[in-house]
């Protein structure tokens, strides 16, 4: 069975400060991993991708992958109320090309 | 705007009847995947389709099939709804390599 989890929430952090979410996940082989918000009552939006270890930046938010850790983390710089959503972490098991495994998500609330 | 789009945002169907989801996305994504998304279970893959014509069973096929016929549109069928197929569908398809990109979810309630 091939798991995905994520740190079980909700996450509270004031605003202005730094959001941390951390997904494991099992399957060794995975090459390709993704971080989603979803906000209530709508569907998950793609907001990261990475492919290899390191970190990736896209505005306030950075993705870090350690393949050999089996871990990968979004951090959210500078929190704000709009980032208050559930994430969910994906990753590419790739069984047939692309199959993708989802963990349940961490509830993130950003205090004003 | 490329996207992803569903047939119905809210359904209403009766146990026993047939019911038809459409999904069309105009990305030109070899990949097309059905989930389901209840609370505290998460997103559940269905079915998925990395080709025309081509399915594979996802975690809980039970109860489901799908048709892709085009490569733009994948349709998940319910046989004979049940009462516990009610939830919220969500279509997606992604390229090759990338994530999958989601649809805005049909909330299924079934009677």
């Known amino acids: 069975q091939k798991e995905v989890e994520q740190n079980s929430g909700p996450l509270s952090v004031p605003e202005g400060a730094i959001a941390s979410l951390n997904c494991t996940y099992s399957d060794r082989v995975s090459q390709s991993f993704f971080w989603y918000r979803q906000y209530s009552g709508k569907s998950p939006e793609l907001i990261m991708s990475?492919?290899?270890?390191g970190d990736k930046e896209d505005g306030r938010f950075t993705a870090q992958l350690n393949k050999a850790s089996q871990y990968v983390s979004l951090l959210i710089r500078d929190s704000q109320p709009s980032d208050s959503a559930t994430y969910l972490c994906a990753v590419n098991i790739g069984n047939y090309g692309q199959n993708f495994v989802f963990g349940p998500g961490t509830r993130l609330s950003v205090l004003p | 705007d490329v996207k992803v789009t569903q047939s119905s945002r809210y359904l209403v169907k009766r146990t026993g009847e047939k019911v038809f989801l459409e999904c069309v996305q105009d990305?030109?994504?070899?990949?097309m995947f059905w989930y389901r998304q209840d609370p505290g279970l998460g997103l559940r893959l269905i079915y998925f389709s990395y080709d025309v014509k081509m399915k594979e069973k996802g975690d809980i096929p039970e109860g489901y099939s799908v048709s892709r016929e085009k490569k733009e549109r994948f349709s998940l069928i319910l046989e004979s709804a049940s009462t516990n197929q009610t939830s919220m569908y969500l279509c997606a398809s992604s390229p090759s390599s990338g994530g999958p990109l989601f649809g805005p979810g049909t909330r299924l309630t079934v009677l």
């Open positions: 990305m030109d994504h070899e990949n």
């Open positions: 990475i492919y290899s270890n």
